[in-house]
């Protein structure tokens, strides 16, 4: 017999196997002997009252054998099949490149970047030496952003597409089923470039192709056509005829957006948020949102994950908001170019690092553009590219990152001295409360004496905020028709994900690749 059960346990009893065993026999009235397993479907924690709860959702099996089989991504021969470019190996890229070959198309995948292995050595030479390759980097290489920044797999974006499916194929190449069950879902820093090999290696395995250091560089067009892609390669120019396209470069490919506007393909300035990422202690974070003093955190935490917080408030008509929170995380430079500071954030899979931190951004007021609107639809790619240099001359014109106290930014005061801080590159004292233009920092006050009544103990000198947070999404549009997603003056052209404006994650991103690939199927067809 297969029993559905909606649960509501201790943590004690959902996340110890023991426990939920002998729960599971009491209350369904079986033996041990008949328990044969269960099989988790839904996980979520309810940490609203003292008294934390965690809902389960489980398939339990009596007498008979458990049934737990793992999605499979069954291999096909597209070696020879109509062949269909994609600029960019990030999520967005990757999962196309998948959906093509389920499609019966052969992906060849351009990346600017290194590959995972190769490109760990350039991330060792950022975070010690604060030396920037442009090509190789936290936003560019195999995998892209999403790689090294915490694999978290939540996104409210399933109305654009089948979110399980996306998880099932990560599954499928070696992530924790635990994904597909908890509400939250994240594979962790040090697990995903494994997942990001074996993804590719199966393209490659099916006859579809993948360049590493191959980075675009010029666009070949007749009429409304891209004929072909110029790349630089190994430092020599290679060139890639092009039938259909899918750019999926991310949204730091800033000499791709310059790249199709000297090629007269229409491009936009877009909305986006700008701000600084905070960081906690992890058991000040805990204690809040677990509801008990610092000192008893160790014995919450015995069963419960690292907490985390998602925090919005309205400020003169803007969003303030926390983005892209790593509990148990780092902070990551995430640079891309010379004389910039960009943060973010990433944790392991335990999620067991001292510190929380999070991107707190504040929408950008389209007053504030201005003074940029000379620079068209690169007005909003101006303004952030002024706050990252900002950032680099007040933390010494090195990776060093400018940071202050958290309560003394709110009160403007400069920080005598900073708490201990996971950025690896440093931090220095800085006055952000007159550093960042009016528009940002004063919202980012408001907001942060909001987030102090809302969590108590959120506002304190134990937190810092380090500058800038930058990259929240793009803030340029590669247009697109709604129904084709091509471009409305370039009909073989799918501007795809974060860099194109369509996205906002890794889980989002993907969905966005698997449908240009099947608009692509569908035109072939």
């Known amino acids: 017999m297969i029993r559905q059960l909606d649960l509501v346990v ?32 839904r996980r979520s924690i309810d940490a609203r009252n003292r008294q934390i709860k965690v809902n389960l959702r489980l398939e339990v099996f009596i007498d008979e054998p458990l049934q737990n089989d793992l999605p499979q991504w069954p291999l096909r021969d597209v070696s020879k099949a109509k062949p269909v470019l994609i600029v960019g190996a990030g999520p967005a890229g990757m999962f196309a490149a998948m959906r093509l070959i389920e499609l019966g198309l052969k992906p060849v995948i351009l990346e600017r970047g290194k590959d995972v292995q190769r490109r760990r050595r350039d991330l060792a030479a950022l975070n010690k030496e604060h030396i920037v390759n442009p090509d190789s980097n936290y936003c560019f290489g195999e995998g892209g952003a999403g790689t090294y920044s915490d694999g978290k797999l939540y996104t409210r974006s399933g109305k654009r597409g089948d979110i399980n499916r996306v998880l099932e194929l990560f599954v499928a190449h070696g992530a924790d089923p635990i994904i597909l069950a908890e ?82 393909i229409r491009i936009e300035s877009k909305a986006f948020a700008m701000g ?35 925090l919005v408030q309205q400020v003169n008509g803007l969003g303030v908001y926390s983005f892209c929170m790593c509990p148990g995380g780092i902070i990551a430079p995430c640079a891309t170019g010379p004389e910039q500071v960009v943060t973010n954030g ?93 528009e940002i920092g004063k919202r980012l006050q408001e907001g942060f004496r909001a987030f102090g009544q809302k969590m108590k103990g959120y506002l304190s000198n134990e937190a810092l905020i380090v500058g800038v947070e930058s990259r929240t999404s793009s ?41 240009c690939a099947e608009a692509i199927a569908k035109k072939l067809a």
């Open 10 to 41: 201790s943590p004690q009893i959902a996340y110890h196997d023991g426990h939920l065993r002998g729960h599971l026999c009491e209350y369904l009235s079986v033996s041990d002997e008949s328990l044969t397993g269960w099989r988790l479907v």
């Open 183 to 264: 509400a939250h879902p994240h594979i962790g820093t040090n697990r995903l470039p494994k997942i990001i090999v074996a993804m590719r290696e199966n393209i490659r395995a099916c006859g579809g192709e993948v360049h590493f250091d191959t980075k675009v560089t010029g666009i070949e067009r007749s009429g409304n056509e891209i004929t072909a892609l110029i790349a630089t390669q190994h430092g020599s120019e290679v060139r890639f005829a092009a039938s259909q396209i899918i750019l999926a470069t991310g949204h730091s490919a800033r000499d791709i957006f310059e790249l199709l506007h000297s090629s007269h």
């Open 276 to 310: 600084v990422r905070a960081e906690h202690p992890q058991a000040l974070i805990d204690s809040v949102q677990y509801h008990c003093p610092t000192p008893k955190v160790p014995l919450v935490r015995e069963y419960l994950p690292a907490s985390s917080y998602s």
């Open 475 to 515: 803030p340029v549009r590669i247009p697109r028709d709604n129904d084709t997603l091509q471009h409305p003056q370039i009909t073989n052209l799918y501007p795809c994900g974060e860099g194109a404006g369509y996205a906002g994650g890794i889980v989002s991103a993907a969905i966005d690749g698997q449908r």
């Open 346 to 438: 990433w944790s392991p899979s335990r999620r067991n690092n001292p510190y929380a931190n999070s991107g707190i951004v504040v929408a950008v007021d389209p007053a504030a553009l201005k003074q940029y609107e000379k620079h068209g639809p690169f007005a909003a790619l101006r303004y952030q590219q002024a706050l990252e240099r900002m950032a680099w001359e007040a933390g010494g014109k090195t990776q060093t990152a400018p940071a202050q106290a958290l309560s003394d930014f709110v009160n403007g005061k400069l920080s005598p001295q900073l708490p201990g801080c996971s950025y690896q590159p440093g931090v220095v004292s800085a006055p952000l409360h007159e550093l960042l233009p009016p």
